[in-house]
Structures are given as structure tokens and as C-alpha cells.
């Protein structure tokens, strides 16, 4: 077994949504990034990274390539997952928390851990989805980001 752990962070700019986990939800702000900004989703490719020492997120998506402007971020998390197998690991869990204020995470938590339940080839019940604030504290306390990290246990497969 290997365990990784990732952390993202993004500033709020102008916008009307962020997207968390693969799910669009309304904002009165957005994020300022190369790709979709899904804090969620880039805490998890770099846990995974992480685990197999394959680098990070940023490696992988350099933020230089202009390919990856405005990029649905599940793409990332695939070629994460692909890599996890080709490397002979299948996922055991994977345990995530969202940092901010707002927006808040409870309501959409079901739908997250579908899609990246979905994207993980995995059932729901190996995602956990948790958010927390850090009491008006900080850059995600006054509202000006958003932060995710992230852990997971990875297992040889077969």
C-alpha cells in the first residue's frame, strides 16, 4: 500500500461559478486559474501523483501549455487514474476537505462523490467528501480563495 497526500489553492476573481469535484456550482465569484480551477479535483491528481512519486499536477499540466486553458479538470484526474494502473495500483479511498468559507460544500457533497466516484472507478462510499472554514481566518476566512486537500491509500492491484 502507498499513501499520497495533495493541496490546491485558488484565488476567487471574476465569475459566477466554481467548480468543485467535477460539479458546477453557483457562485458569486469564480477562480482565477490556467484550467477549470478545481481545487478538489487538483488536490487529488497530486495525492495520486503523489503516491506512485510520479511529481505533481503541475508537471503533468504545466501551466505554461496553453492546452490546458480553461481544461475540465476531470481530465487531469483520468490521466491520473490511468496512470495508477498502468503502474499496477488500484485506488483504495480517498479522503478529501474543501477550505473556505463559501461556497458551502454540504449540499453538493453527494454529487461530487458520484462523479469522482465515476472517474475513479470506484463506489461512492471510497470517496469522502468533507468541507471546513477556518473561522474568518486567513485568505479563505476573508473570502479571497478557496483550498482542498487531500489523501489517499493506493493498493497493488491483484
Known amino acids: 500500500m502507498r499513501i499520497g497526500q495533495g493541496f490546491d489553492v485558488h484565488a476567487f476573481g471574476p465569475g459566477d461559478h466554481v ?3 467535477g460539479v458546477r456550482i453557483a ?7 490556467h ?5 478538489v479535483i487538483h488536490a487529488l491528481c497530486d495525492a495520486l501523483l503523489g503516491a506512485l512519486a510520479l511529481g505533481d499536477i503541475g508537471q503533468h ?18 490521466h491520473c487514474m490511468a496512470l495508477l494502473a498502468q503502474q499496477g495500483y488500484r485506488l483504495g479511498n480517498a479522503d478529501v476537505t474543501v477550505i473556505g468559507e463559501r461556497p458551502k460544500v454540504l449540499p453538493h457533497a453527494p454529487a461530487i462523490r458520484q462523479v ?11 470517496v469522502s467528501i468533507k ?3 477556518t473561522e474568518k481566518l486567513g485568505f479563505t476566512g476573508r473570502g479571497e480563495g478557496i483550498a482542498a486537500m487531500a489523501v489517499v491509500l493506493v493498493e497493488k492491484a491483484g
Do not use: K, N, Y
Open 61 to 78: 499540466f504545466p501551466p505554461s501549455d496553453e492546452r490546458w486553458r480553461g481544461a475540465d479538470s476531470r481530465v487531469f484526474l483520468r
Open 19 to 21: 467548480v468543485l469535484g
Open 27 to 33: 457562485h458569486s465569484q469564480g477562480v482565477i486559474a
Open 116 to 126: 469522482l466516484a465515476a472517474d475513479m472507478a470506484c463506489e461512492p462510499g471510497a
Open 131 to 133: 468541507a471546513t472554514t
Open 35 to 39: 484550467s477549470d480551477g478545481d481545487v
